[in-house]
């Protein structure tokens, strides 16, 4: 059963870090690429994020 959780935290771990990086890198080409709506798409990014939102 600890490891099943362990398994899953992991896990959970892993796609967290996975979409963090995946958020980094389009917030940067986006940041690159659109000097205008940068600050809003940055806004609207950090609202909808799992890390702010807690979910």
Request: with cysteine.
């Amino acid at each position: 059963m600890g490891d099943l959780l362990e398994s899953t935290a992991l896990k959970n771990i892993t796609v967290c870090n996975l979409l963090m990086a995946l958020t980094v890198l389009t917030l940067i080409l986006c940041l690159v690429k659109d000097d205008d709506g940068s600050i809003r798409w940055l806004t609207a990014a950090m609202a909808g994020s799992p890390v702010v939102t807690g979910n």
